[in-house]
């Protein structure tokens, strides 16, 4: 039987989403899901290999964001960089740059980009991803 098929439009590029599509991911791999990431427009940035350790920005409850902050660092939790290389060990994930979000931040050959992206692809891919899984998620 085959495994089941999570994709995820990872949209923001704020580490509290990350964060979250980091846990998600988690659980998807200790489902042993097949998952397809697509990185698209403000998740580029914080893929590109210059932005990845020093992302600081939160999208949600921004007045909170020190609590945040120390919060993650109290719990010990991963920086979500490490929250994805745990899960692309555990099961099949694989991690697609969009190629227009990739020229808007000038990462336009995967170089550009942290060594957890496997290439840049065009949204086609995501479309068509997104019909075949179970499980479409956007974050």
Known sequence: MANKKMTLALFSGSVDKLTAAGVILGGAAAEDMDVEIFVLLQA?????K???????????ITDKKDEFL??????????????????????NVKIHICGFAGKV????????????????????????????SDVNLFI
């Open 50 to 60: 210059e932005n990845a350790q020093v992302n600081d920005r939160v999208a949600e």
């Open 70 to 91: 120390a919060s993650l660092k109290r719990l010990n939790a991963p920086h979500w960089t490490e929250a994805f290389r745990t899960a692309k060990e555990m099961t």
């Open 44 to 48: 580029a940035f914080a893929f590109k």
């Open 105 to 132: 931040w000038h990462g336009e050959k995967i170089d550009d980009f942290i060594d957890l992206a496997d290439d840049i692809v065009g949204i086609g891919e995501y479309i068509t991803a997104a019909e075949e």
